[in-house]
């Protein structure tokens, strides 16, 4: 298993920024895939973005191109979501996510092995 936990959500209005944090505990992030994805009330989980463990190529969702940056501190075994100029459509649950062991780039939910519980972004206008 790779326990991980999300931390940083929180209230805010719109045009603020936030930055999440996703730590894993026991195993590494090492040669995994990490990703947040959200889940706003009565939608479906979303890919927000993505960056890899071998050349930390990063990919994000249209709607957030521009405005959110995915970073990882391998030494603190830790995924940051910088979030800048934020609107009330972001409002959602974030979660992140790890992939088995050598996969490729996904948006895919499915091919996440390993999830957080979640933490709440609230944007208010």
């Given at each position: 298993?790779?326990?991980?936990?999300?931390?940083?959500?929180?209230?805010?209005?719109?045009?603020?920024?936030?930055?999440?944090?996703?730590t894993?505990?026991?195993?590494?992030?090492?040669?995994?895939?990490?990703?947040?994805?959200?889940?706003?009330?009565g939608?479906?989980?979303?890919?927000?973005?993505?960056?890899?463990?071998?050349d930390?190529?990063?990919?994000?969702?249209n709607?957030?191109?521009?405005?959110?940056?995915?970073?990882?501190?391998?030494?603190?075994?830790?995924?940051?979501?910088?979030?800048?100029?934020?609107?009330?459509?972001?409002?959602?649950?974030?979660?992140?996510?790890?992939?088995?062991?050598?996969?490729?780039?996904?948006?895919?939910?499915?091919?996440?092995?390993?999830?957080?519980?979640?933490?709440?972004?609230?944007?208010?206008?």
């Amino acid at each position: 298993q790779v326990p991980l936990v999300e931390s940083g959500g929180g209230l805010v209005q719109a045009g603020a920024s936030l930055r999440l944090a996703c730590t894993a505990s026991g195993p590494t992030f090492n040669n995994r895939v990490t990703a947040w994805f959200r889940q706003a009330p009565g939608k479906e989980r979303e890919f927000v973005s993505s960056i890899t463990w071998s050349d930390s190529f990063t990919s994000y969702a249209n709607s957030v191109e521009g405005r959110f940056t995915i970073s990882r501190d391998n030494a603190k075994n830790t995924l940051y979501l910088q979030m800048n100029s934020l609107k009330p459509e972001d409002t959602a649950v974030y979660y992140c996510a790890a992939s088995r062991m050598w996969m490729s780039s996904s948006r895919l939910g499915g091919d996440y092995d390993y999830w957080g519980q979640g933490t709440q972004v609230t944007v208010s206008s």
